[in-house]
């Protein structure tokens, strides 16, 4: 290393630099680069980037001079132990004698994050961050790794800390931290609370900051507010990204407010906002929710022609789930086709949606064909996929159809998910149940029923229901009334599809004292009768020759049809659309009543 000129003390600190590094091999010294870095408690490397000033020259000696002490305690301490060991001795050396413990060292900021949000007693914030010491930076650490943890309220109490502390307090870093945090947990309030609070203290609010608020209310529900931070932003001059507008986006999705989706995706574009895929799939997924498959397919292709995008697999999912809703099944092979054109990934949620695709065009084999070539590709097949492929036998059987190979097949698919490892849950049995009911086999439901206590799973109103129907397809409205009894002891709220159900046990049976009770009852407990209800009741009526109560339920029917304006008679029964026909199965033992009422259909959410 050549010495320049310089001042004599920066001289003699060169030399003696230079004198150091020829004594010990361990250490390399390069006029090129300047820092000094230990390896371990036994050496150094001791590079040099050329000194910006001559105070940068003399801390780097001083911090060379702290090594070179330190690593000459550590080999006269290394002696010392090994000699003591020699000598029979503890530790600590001879006896009677003692070594100084070095000076403990400071907690980092994942250590204290870890003991705040570990800590299940009462602890002193205040206490553990003052003698920890932090600055900004590592108050950023603290939070970031509370956040992991989803320590809510222990960030809160590290910001309050930071807020008594003058070199930390107002420091946005900070708040967005906290607010990006409470705002992922459903916390908007108190996200609310530290925005008030920034534009309080009149700190300048970022893009981000505003990112993170609108996330908190789209997860809140309240798209008022998220809305109206967009107004807010172009105010103080500062324009959404696609942060702000990805968490408005999926609360609108969320809330089935597709039109509304489309309409922001829409003013994001004209605002210069590039779409990213996460975007697209949130707008896809808004389509699928509706069936509108048109629509989605126009954005996936959007996605590869105008944002220069390329559809991932949650993409291709939306758009074949869509086709599904709709019913189109053709449209749906399409999808799954161009996505393997396309080498998009394949997994189980795209099987199990072209699964779905053929449940709902009533293709039973091509959905078995799909479920082995998903087990074959090493997929392993999910609740939802087993209960939709149940779903593919509570069709109403054709007269072609042998019932006891049907509930036979969909028992061994039912085994074969619980062989795999899949639990079931209610859906699952009432799907089954449903099977057995449109079957007409009440006895194999009541058992699956009874399967389901054995197991645990508490049955709801769907599976009540689908028993019941089950025991109206044969006009046993006492097992009916049983059931009745069994779901008001568990505290089960019948709706209308059962009593609907019920009062078919009793037309069935000839019970018309009974259907009057029921519907009695019905109208008490707050539940409207629809069309085929009062259909019901016309029916038993004309049975037992009761023209006075017919007249009168005709006029119900009458009053109930100008309600709904002439429109189908609907069943909104399922959240899940795999389970919608759960409660078809009152079309089967009821075809002949309702032919008079009008076309009818199924309406799923």
């Known amino acids: 290393m050549s010495l320049v000129a310089c001042s004599p003390q920066v001289f003699r600190v060169r030399a003696s630099l230079q004198q150091t590094a020829s004594r010990r091999s361990q250490c390399t010294i390069s006029p090129k680069v300047f820092s000094i870095s230990p390896r371990s408690s036994r050496n150094a490397t001791i ?156 700190v300048e609010l970022q893009v981000f900051t505003y990112g993170a608020m609108s996330v908190a209310y789209a997860k809140g529900g309240e798209l008022d ?86 559809p991932d697999t949650i993409s291709y999912s939306c758009l074949i789930s869509a086709c599904a809703k709709a019913g189109e099944f053709e449209e749906a092979l399409k999808a799954f086709a161009a996505m393997k054109a396309a080498d998009v990934p394949r997994d189980k949620v795209v099987f199990t949606a072209l699964i779905n695709a053929c449940v709902a065009a009533g293709r039973r084999e091509d959905a078995m064909d799909v479920y082995h070539a998903m087990v074959a590709g090493g997929f392993e097949p999910n609740l939802y996929t087993y209960t939709t492929l149940l779903k593919s036998f509570t069709r109403a059987p054709s007269s072609t159809t042998d019932p006891d190979a049907e509930i036979a097949e969909a028992s061994a698919l039912f085994e074969r998910m619980e062989a795999a490892g899949v639990v079931p849950d209610d859906m699952a049995y009432a799907t089954l149940v449903d099977v057995y009911a449109k079957h007409g086999d009440w006895h194999g439901a009541d058992k699956v029923v009874e399967r389901m206590r054995v197991a645990k799973v508490r049955p709801s109103v769907i599976t009540y229901t689908s028993l019941i129907s089950a025991y109206a397809r044969d006009g046993y409205w006492q097992g009916a009334c049983m059931a009745l009894r069994a779901m008001r002891e568990e505290g089960v709220r019948p709706n209308m599809r059962t009593y609907t159900s019920l009062i078919s046990a009793c037309e069935r049976g000839g019970q018309w004292d009974k259907a009057k009770e029921l519907f009695q009852e019905m109208k008490e407990e707050g539940i409207a009768a629809d069309e085929v209800t009062y259909e019901l009741l016309i029916s038993v009526c004309e049975k037992a020759g009761l023209k006075s109560e017919r007249s009168d339920l005709m006029g119900g029917a009458e009053q109930t049809q100008a309600a709904e304006g002439e429109a189908p008679a609907q069943m909104s029964l399922l959240p899940v659309a795999a389970h919608a026909s759960a409660y078809a199965s009152n079309a089967g033992m009821c075809k002949s009543i309702w032919a008079r009422v009008g076309s009818f259909q199924i309406v799923t959410c």
């Open 47 to 202: 590079t040099w980037r050329r000194p910006r000033s001559e105070t940068a020259l003399l801390a780097a000696a001083a911090d060379l001079e702290a090594t070179e002490n330190n690593n000459t305690r550590n080999e006269g301490g290394a002696n010392e132990r090994g000699q003591n060991k020699q000598n029979g001795r503890g530790r600590r050396g001879a006896v009677g004698g003692s070594r100084k413990d070095p000076k403990p060292k400071r907690d980092n900021a994942y250590t204290i994050a870890y003991k705040l949000a570990d800590q299940k007693g009462e602890i002193d914030v205040g206490a553990l961050l003052n003698k920890a010491e932090l600055d900004a930076y590592q108050v950023s650490s603290v939070l970031t790794n509370l956040r992991k943890w989803r320590a809510h309220q222990r960030s809160l109490e590290v910001l309050d800390w930071a807020q008594k502390n003058p070199n930390l307090r107002n420091n946005i870093i900070h708040y967005n931290i906290v607010i990006n945090m409470l705002g992922q947990g459903g916390k908007w309030q108190q996200a609310e609370n530290l925005l008030n609070e920034l534009k309080a203290n009149a």
């Open 225 to 310: 507010k998220a809305r109206a931070l967009l107004v807010e932003m172009r105010e103080d001059g500062l324009e959404p990204n696609a942060v702000v507008y990805g968490g408005i986006l999926a609360a609108l999705e969320r809330s089935k407010q597709v039109d509304a989706a489309r309409a922001l995706f829409a003013e994001m574009r004209a605002g210069g906002v590039a779409p990213n895929a996460i975007l697209c799939n949130t707008l896809l997924a808004g389509y699928a929710r509706q069936g509108r498959w048109e629509e989605a397919r126009a954005l996936l292709e959007d996605m590869q022609r105008e944002f220069g995008l390329r």
